[in-house]
C-alpha cells in the first residue's frame, strides 16, 4: 500500500507570489484568491523558480535582455533563473502535473509578455525562463491574468 501522499494527484504549479507567499523581488506579498484557493484545497503546488534558484527576497528587480536575465545593477542572474526552473520542472516531472498557472510579466513565469530589459516598465512579447522550460516539456502554462 502506497502511503497518503503518493496517491495524492496535483493538478497545478502555481506560482508561490500569487498565494501569499513572500517570493516577489520586492518582499511584498499579493493573493489572488482564486488560485490560493487551489492550493488550499491541495490541487496546486506554490513555487517559486527565482527563490528555488537562490535568490534572496528582497532582491533587485530582473529582466530579460538578449536571452540573459539581468538584475537592475547590470549583473547576471541567468544561471539562477535556469536553476530554478529546472527545479520547478523536476517537481512538476514528479507529480505528473500538466498545467501551470504562472505570474505574468515575470522572467521566470512570464507566458506572454515581459519586460524588455531597459528597466523602463516596457513590455516585449516573450517567455519567462521557467514558462519557456515548462511549455517545451509539455506542460501547458497559463497566464494568471487568463486565469
Given at each position: 500500500m502506497e502511503p497518503e501522499e503518493k496517491k495524492h494527484k496535483y493538478e497545478y504549479i502555481v506560482s508561490?507570489?500569487?498565494c501569499g507567499e513572500k517570493t516577489r523581488y520586492d518582499g511584498k506579498v499579493f493573493v489572488k484568491d482564486k488560485i490560493k484557493k487551489l492550493v488550499d484545497q491541495g490541487k496546486a503546488i506554490p513555487v517559486c523558480p527565482e527563490v528555488a534558484g537562490g535568490l534572496e527576497v528582497p532582491r533587485l528587480p530582473c529582466e530579460i535582455r538578449e536571452g540573459r536575465v539581468i538584475n537592475a545593477a547590470s549583473e547576471d542572474k541567468t544561471g539562477n533563473f535556469?536553476?530554478?526552473?529546472?527545479?520547478?520542472?523536476?517537481?512538476?516531472?514528479?507529480?505528473?502535473i500538466k498545467k501551470a498557472i504562472l505570474k505574468e510579466k515575470s522572467p521566470s513565469c512570464g507566458s506572454k509578455h515581459v519586460y524588455d530589459g531597459t528597466f523602463t516598465g516596457t513590455l516585449t512579447p516573450g517567455q519567462g525562463i521557467t514558462s519557456r522550460l515548462l511549455q517545451e516539456n509539455g506542460i501547458e502554462v497559463i497566464s494568471d491574468e487568463d486565469f
Open positions: 508561490a507570489c500569487l535556469v536553476d530554478g526552473a529546472n527545479k520547478v520542472l523536476a517537481l512538476a516531472k514528479k507529480h505528473g
